[in-house]
């Protein structure tokens, strides 16, 4: 079955803390595990994402980690800035091609 | 860079009445799909597209939803007796490798009064 839990649903960081966010899953054949930003009004929009075949991939600031066995993925966000400030949403893909299940998502404010 | 584009940006409409939603997906990609997210919460599958069919569809795409390619650019969703719980966010989107290369549309607004 489909099932994604994605933690803690708000985090409020200190400009200049990290962030980390959790997404459980259950799907054993995913393989693609991806992060969205989404900003208020704003389309979600792909930060990084990372294949199974890896277990961490970063991109300046931000970082994915994988633990295939234990089913989850998190985000790290280093060195918080206030234009971080957004909902943050995993999105793993189900069994079926294409298609993908959004987290809960996590709302993320970096107080300056 | 290229773009998803959604026409309109927002739409009211009456309950009962008949809604088209419209997208324009990245010219190469295979692959299409439409979301809808209520104000709020997540973001929701709706239906895939591929080869001119659907692939697969969620259980909250029902009998009065429909999609439609009518012309190899356009890609269109249509409900046909509004709701008001169909009031929501709802984004098109288009990869050209399933799950991967995901580009999201930047959303029409319906609101059914």
């Known amino acids: 079955g489909e099932n994604v839990e994605q933690h803690p649903s708000t985090l409020s960081v200190q400009e200049g803390d990290s962030a980390v966010i959790k997404c459980t899953y259950s799907?054993?054949?995913?393989?693609?595990f991806p992060w969205y930003k989404q900003e208020l009004g704003k389309r979600p929009q792909l930060i990084i994402d990372i294949r199974s075949n890896v277990g961490e991939k970063k991109d300046q600031r931000i970082a994915v980690t994988l633990n295939k066995t234990a089913k989850h993925f998190s985000l790290h966000i280093t060195e918080t800035q206030p234009e971080d400030s957004a909902v943050y949403f995993c999105a793993p893909p189900t069994d079926s091609w294409g298609k993908l299940q959004f987290g809960a998502g996590t709302q993320v404010v970096v107080t300056p | 860079e290229p773009e998803v584009t959604q026409t309109p940006s927002h739409q009211v409409t009456q309950m009962g009445q008949e809604v088209i939603l419209r997208c324009v997906p990245i010219?190469?990609?295979?692959?299409f799909y439409w979301y809808r997210q209520i104000l709020g919460q997540k973001v929701e599958f709706l239906v895939s597209f591929y080869n001119n069919e659907i692939s697969e569809k969620s259980e909250i795409f029902d009998d009065q939803f429909s999609v439609e390619r009518p012309d190899g650019s356009n890609f269109t969703l249509k409900i046909r007796s509004t709701k008001l719980e169909d009031s929501a966010m709802y984004f098109c989107?288009?990869?050209?490798?399933?799950?991967?290369?995901?580009?999201f549309g930047s959303g029409t607004r319906l609101t059914v009064v």
């Open positions: 799907d054993s054949a995913s393989n693609y």
């Open positions: 010219s190469n990609h295979l692959y």
């Open positions: 989107a288009s990869s050209g490798q399933g799950s991967e290369g995901y580009t």
